[in-house]
């Protein structure tokens, strides 16, 4: 039986479009919409949270969204170790739902940023990761105001302790450093994942970096690891 | 009746971007003597009964669990009668 991904609609989402596209005529997997008022996950094995401006991104990214009752049911399935992937303003999603910590603060240069960049695999044995077999960074685009990533010390402490940075903003040949960061984030971070290592959250849009038409594809590997994991 | 009024702030050890590039725009406008602009939300709202101490409990809740992410911003608010 093929593997089913559950793609979240809230108002406002404007990724949900590509993510189905990439996951059902690239990745060839089954896919459905789930409206944010449902909280039925339809036997989903994967939900993706999309990209987008949920709610208008009013009072918070992603503070609002996080209240609809699908939410419910998501942080449910992940506590019961389902896999749950935030692609940008669904990474801000996860992290007001306290699904994984930190927060998320404006662009270091208060710029809409919309551009291809290098993402380094930091850890390579995450479900999402453990398919880029390739040594060199990632290409994958970005594109928001909100990804300044931030968290306290400690919370740094155990990000780096548990192994839970999945993705940082590199150069071409991967260093980490304040040229290649594209927001301001603390550490170049552009995704972590939980300590289960179950949910995921990053920036960047790997679902529009599959088809190959587009001229990248790097974004790909991502979902051939999530599928590699479910087998 | 109660009229709130809710202030959230961002906590000091916070990097503030927007209060940062306001406060070029202070300037520019021949303003030397601003420091430290920080930028925050004024929220306000009636709470529909007669007790004060629910009025405070279901603004807290409100405050913490929605208007500000604890993680980042501080609140505080007054309450006030209204007749």
Known sequence: ?231 | MFKAKVIIKRRPSILDPQGVAVEKGAFHLGLTNIKDTRIGKFIEFTVDTSDKIAAEKEVTEYCSKLLANPIMEDFEFTLESMK
Not at chain 1, 43 to 71: E, H, K, Q, T
Not at chain 1, 101 to 114: A, R, T
Not at chain 1, 118 to 123: G, M, P, Q
Request: with cysteine.
């Open chain 1, 1 to 231: 039986m093929k593997p089913k991904f559950g793609v979240v609609v809230f108002p406002g989402s404007n990724c949900d479009h590509d993510a189905y596209y990439a996951l059902k005529k690239i990745m060839n997997v089954d896919v459905s919409f789930l409206w944010h008022k449902e909280n039925d996950l339809q036997n989903s094995n994967v939900i993706i949270l999309p990209g987008g401006f949920s709610y208008g991104d009013y009072l918070r990214c992603g503070a609002i969204a996080r209240f609809s009752p699908i939410m419910n049911s998501i942080i449910n399935f992940a506590n019961n170790g389902g896999y749950v992937v935030g692609i940008c303003n669904g990474f801000q999603v996860l992290l007001e739902a306290g699904l994984l910590p930190g927060v998320m603060i404006k662009n270091e240069s208060l710029k809409f940023v919309c551009k291809d960049v290098y993402l380094s695999v930091e850890n390579r044995n995450s479900i999402f990761t453990s398919s880029i077999t390739r040594e060199r960074p990632i290409k994958i685009p970005i594109a928001h105001g909100e990804g300044n990533y931030f968290a306290d010390d400690e919370t740094l402490k155990e990000l780096l302790d548990n192994d839970q940075i999945a993705f940082k903003y590199s150069s071409l040949d991967g260093k980490t450093d304040d040229e290649s960061n594209p927001n301001g984030s603390t550490m170049n971070i552009a995704g972590i994942v939980n300590k289960k290592g179950n949910v995921l959250g990053l920036m960047p849009h790997p679902e529009r970096a599959c088809d190959p038409i587009l001229g990248r594809s790097d974004g790909k590997m991502f979902f051939d690891s999530i599928l590699n994991n479910l087998n």
